[in-house]
Nanobody, 117 residues
């Protein structure tokens, strides 16, 4: 059974930090690009960051550059999103996504991040 399980969300004050984790199982983790997406109430789901499976290429949305850092540990089948200098506009449900060209993708159930002002 394929699973992507996010954790690490919570309530934090503006300026604070959180680290999200995405633990994967049930598929060949090393072959998949992993992305973090977020969806605020009433808004579309948008990609925050992603990391490629092998060469570690990374991309960030402009809104989080310099504040968020994505990393992956293939030995643990886990991807992390270190978030610092959090802002109220970062409030959203954060989702983990696994993608591989030519194969179906997978989504986690999401973890809530709330940043108070």
């Amino acid at each position: 059974e394929v699973q992507l399980v996010e954790s690490g969300g919570g309530l934090v004050q503006a300026g604070g930090s959180l680290r999200l984790s995405c633990a994967a199982s049930g598929f060949t983790f090393d072959d998949y690009a992993i992305g973090w997406f977020r969806q605020a109430p009433g808004k579309d789901r948008k990609r925050v960051s992603c990391i490629s499976p092998r060469d570690g290429s990374i991309a960030y949305a402009e809104s989080v550059k310099g504040r968020f850092i994505i990393s992956r540990d293939n030995a643990k089948n886990t991807v992390y999103l270190q978030m610092k200098s959090l802002k109220p506009e970062d409030t959203a449900v954060y989702y983990c996504n696994a993608e591989r060209v030519g194969f179906r993708g997978y989504w986690g159930q999401g973890t809530q991040v709330t940043v108070s002002s």
